[in-house]
């Protein structure tokens, strides 16, 4: 019974989280899948978007990138500190990702840390880089399990900060999986995220008031797209990065 327990063991995946940009180190995550979450506003927007009908979404970091696309004729979503860039078709505010703006299109996108920590995300030869957000999580988790991967939860905070709003998202993705039985973990940040997923999981709302994200995106009038962005299941699609790309799948 130990030998079985033992192999067991060693057939699960692991699970590790990386609270900060600043925190991760490519060295130790090549060929995992990294989950991005930056749940106010990039994945939840990224996501609504492929809901809507987008074709595919271009990350890119700098704004003077974006700009160029803009040059070229593509629909760009930009924002620096929660403010829609001078040159932008619209910022980042998932409400922005309207099926009439956005089906059939491709849309290339910057924002101040989701996008240029998917160019980090890539440094680490990773397996494969996904997008999760509360509006895809069941899917995000039936994808994942699917895989029979390691995986990573890299977190995008803010300015290279630890945010609490992506913690407990990663909480509970990391609960989810955990009850497969197909996964274990060893990561006292993962762990940690658990324990605030448990204390948050009850009152969401009132929970991520504290959060100072929330704080920011208030006093910019740009706070109208919380409660969508805490609500679970919007979309089945699971965004998945290709070729420079994010392509949308439905799990």
């Known amino acids: ?11 699960m995946k692991t699970i590790e989280t990386c609270f900060s940009p600043a925190l991760f180190e490519p060295e130790n995550n090549k060929g995992k899948i990294i989950v991005i979450i ?25 704004t003077e990138e974006a700009k160029s696309y803009k040059d ?17 078709d619209f910022g980042n505010s998932p409400f ?17 840390n989701g996008t240029g920590l998917i160019d ?5 030869n990773p397996a494969t880089i996904v997008v999760g957000s509360f509006l895809n999580i069941s899917s995000l988790i039936r994808w994942i399990d699917r895989q029979e991967q390691n995986i990573t939860l890299l977190c995008a905070g803010w300015k290279k900060r ?3 709003e992506d913690t407990v998202f990663v909480g509970t993705v990391a609960e989810r999986l955990m009850k497969t039985g197909r996964y274990s973990t060893n990561c006292d940040s993962t762990h940690a ?14 929970y991520i008031e504290k959060v100072a994200h929330r704080s920011r995106l208030r006093e910019q009038q740009l706070d109208d797209c919380i409660d969508f962005c805490l609500q679970h299941d919007f979309t089945s699609c699971v965004p998945i990065l290709q070729n420079g790309c994010f392509i949308g799948f439905n799990s």
Do not use: Q
Request: proline share 1%; with cysteine; charged share 20%.
């Open 1 to 11: 019974m130990l030998i079985r327990l033992f192999i067991n063991h060693k057939l």
């Open 38 to 62: 930056d749940i106010l506003r990039a994945t939840s927007s990224i996501c609504t978007a492929f809901a809507n009908g987008a074709e595919a979404i271009i990350p890119v970091a700098e």
């Open 72 to 88: 070229k004729g593509y629909l760009v979503a930009a924002e620096r500190n929660g403010i829609k860039l001078d040159f932008a």
């Open 96 to 112: 922005n990702f309207t099926r009439e703006m956005v089906g059939g299109n491709t849309i290339v996108y910057s924002t101040t």
């Open 120 to 124: 980090l995300a890539l440094t680490a």
């Open 162 to 164: 630890f945010n609490l």
């Open 193 to 206: 995220a658990m324990d605030l997923w448990s204390i948050a999981k009850n009152d969401l709302r009132g």
